[in-house]
């Protein structure tokens, strides 16, 4: 490959094996790209090997296709990810940017959850089992550290122990008199 298409396709690699299983699983990019909930031409763009997915969107990836751990690492180095320059310092190819979106207030009941782990953390991917064809759809996707995850853990061990109730003495009757209290 020569130098100039290096620089225009830097993940191709990444690109050309992810593509793979997804023509192995017989999938379009559409339906790849709704089951992560990313644009198609962004999928495309990530299999030619021109852009980079987010630590996120790749995490989701290989729990879609079901990657093994061995393999897995293999593509988050093919990414740039956990690679470490001549100096030792970790590369930083590209600034990931943060998005901050308003609240949504609203609650949104699951009754499926796909948790994807690895050593730089958890994902959890909160389903509904009646989607679009019968499949699954995704609702909503939270990540978080290792430790996060472990203090979340914990707090739901606490929360959803059984509940002692504490009942209140019965009112004593009152005894009704007919006296008058005046004498």
Not at 25 to 38: D, H, K, N, P, T
Not at 52 to 58: F, G
Not at 100 to 116: E, F, G, L, N, S
Request: aromatic content about 6%.
């Amino acid at each position: 490959m020569s130098e100039k298409q290096n620089k225009e396709y830097p993940y191709q690699r990444l690109g050309l094996w992810l593509k793979a299983m997804r023509q192995k699983r017989r999938q379009s990019l559409a339906e790849v790209s709704g089951a992560v909930e990313i644009d198609s031409d962004f999928l495309s763009d990530i299999e030619q090997g021109m852009k980079r997915p987010s630590e996120d969107i790749l995490m989701l990836l290989i729990s879609y296709f079901s990657v093994k751990e061995d393999e897995a690492v293999k593509l988050w180095e093919m990414a740039g990810y956990g690679k470490t320059g001549d100096d030792g310092n970790n590369l930083k190819e590209q600034i990931q940017p943060v998005v901050v979106m308003p609240m949504d207030a609203r609650i949104v009941y699951t009754d499926m959850v796909h948790v994807t782990t690895n050593k730089y953390g958890v994902t959890l991917n909160f389903l509904q089992a009646d989607g679009i064809g019968g499949q699954p759809l995704a609702v909503s996707r939270v990540g978080m550290s290792r430790d996060h995850a472990q203090t979340l853990l914990e707090i739901l061990q606490k929360s959803l122990q059984p509940i002692e109730q504490k009942l209140l003495p019965s009112p004593k009757p009152e005894i009704a008199s007919d006296e008058s209290s005046e004498k």
